[in-house]
């Protein structure tokens, strides 16, 4: 009876686990369980950049691009350090001035702000930033159909919502008014 009281104060006594150190590094009984939970990726450049291609129109992506591969364009001016909404003000730009986006990209840099690029072709820069964030806005709520992670399970949900942004969303697939920002 004795060695068993022994054994069982040694055990209740804890200073020695309170000694131990965290490393960070640890290992639970579930990290080798599979996840099956859909995380999308919120954040996804390729993704914003064909919801983008969708809201606007093919002809005007080619006219402001010279590409007919505009979501690739996109993608490449999204990764290269250009704000989403800043970028569809330069798109709003190119197209109402015919001014070539590639030359506006340069300028944007030279010059340090939006402001002075809109103020030297003669735009609006609160109206095209307005209507660029109303353009932004739909095609983030449409990010998630260019998502390639989505479950089986979410496709009706998915097929639900893009019946109901299509219907929302009617007035940004059209061509760009060509007539604002231009100087008389």
Do not use: C, H
Not at 175 to 182: C, Q
């Amino acid at each position: 009876m004795r060695p068993l009281t022994m054994v069982l104060l040694l055990a209740l006594s804890g200073p020695p686990a309170a000694a131990q150190v965290f490393l960070g590094a640890e290992v639970g009984p579930d990290a080798f369980l599979k996840n099956d939970e859909v995380r999308l990726d919120t954040f996804s450049d390729e993704a914003f950049a064909w919801a983008l291609s969708a809201q606007i129109s093919s002809s005007t992506l080619y006219s402001v691009f010279d590409s007919t591969e505009g979501e690739k364009e996109i993608f490449k001016y999204l990764r290269s350090g250009i704000y989403r909404q800043e970028l569809i003000t330069l798109i709003l730009i190119s197209e109402k001035t015919a001014v070539p986006f590639s030359k506006l990209v340069p300028e944007l840099a030279k010059e340090g702000s939006l402001r002075s690029v809109a103020k030297k072709y003669g735009g609006d820069l609160p109206m095209l930033f307005s209507e660029a964030g109303e353009i932004k806005a739909v095609a983030d709520s449409e990010m998630r159909l260019f998502m390639d992670n989505l479950s089986v399970d979410n496709s009706a949900v998915a097929m639900q919502e893009l019946a109901a942004i299509s219907e929302s969303s009617g007035v940004f697939t059209a061509e760009i008014s060509t007539s604002i920002g231009k100087k008389p």
